[in-house]
């Protein structure tokens, strides 16, 4: 089962603008992580952020992490064409051992 | 080094039929996981090994699904009997430890699984 929603679902920017994604789950956490997908295939790994942390940087990406609303949110700045693609939040539930629970995903478009 | 290696990339069968997928982990990595994504429920989580222990067959959604993993290395997801509704993207990630607060996932390419 999806752990939460993502908003939103699809965003579409021109390149250079920042794109912002947000994400809300609903149970306790260990940690959240941020993975991007293209073409419908494989996932790769962006960033993970630990229940104790708020935010977390690296290169163009800046994560949030407010686990009092248990939301999340990730900032890619000067944003690429090659930026376009799906983004899932996931997370680690507390006591779910490691496996993760997905989010709905947002499409982001960067366009030229 | 390599990464997660799945096989076959697709597969099409017809209902009915059993389907093995193969993922082969990261050398090293203890943990190692199966999900599978559909367009009507998205990513969803299958089933975990972690070293010797039993494994985490929580995700799987009915007894036509199992998972073996010989030697910690290679894992093998089964469906038997396939139905239509089992067509989906299978993803395979493994993981150094499978420790809950920092571990990060490692995924494959996934295998396109089509029941006609």
């Known amino acids: 089962s999806q752990q939460g929603e993502e908003d939103p679902q699809a965003l579409s920017i021109q390149e250079g603008e920042n794109a912002t994604m947000n994400c809300s789950y609903k149970?306790?956490?260990?940690?959240l992580q941020w993975y991007r997908q293209n073409s419908g295939r494989g996932l790769v790994h962006l960033i993970l952020i630990r229940s104790n942390e708020r935010e977390k940087h690296s290169g163009r990406l800046r994560v949030t992490l407010d686990t009092s609303k248990k939301s999340s949110s990730l900032l890619i700045t000067a944003s690429r064409a090659a930026d376009t693609a799906s983004y899932f939040c996931?997370?680690?539930?507390?006591?779910?051992?490691?496996?993760?629970?997905f989010g709905t995903g947002t499409q982001l478009k960067v366009e030229l | 080094g390599a990464g997660v290696s799945q096989s076959p990339s697709n597969k099409v069968t017809e209902k009915g039929k059993d389907v093995e997928l193969r993922c082969d982990p990261i050398?090293?990595?203890?943990?190692l996981y199966w999900y599978r994504q559909s367009l009507g429920q998205g990513l969803e989580f299958l089933i975990y090994f972690q070293g010797n222990s039993a494994p985490d067959k929580s995700g799987l959604p009915s007894d036509r699904f199992s998972a073996e993993r010989t030697g910690g290395s290679v894992s093998t997801l089964t469906i038997q009997r396939t139905q239509q509704e089992d067509s989906a993207v299978y993803l395979c990630?493994?993981?150094?430890?499978?420790?809950?607060?920092?571990?990060?996932?490692?995924f494959g390419p996934g295998t396109r699984l089509t029941v006609l």
């Open positions: 990630a493994s993981s150094f430890q499978g420790d809950a607060g920092t571990d990060t996932q490692y």
């Open positions: 996931a997370t680690v539930r507390t006591g779910g051992g490691n496996k993760l629970t």
């Open positions: 149970t306790s956490i260990n940690n």
């Open positions: 050398s090293g990595h203890t943990a």
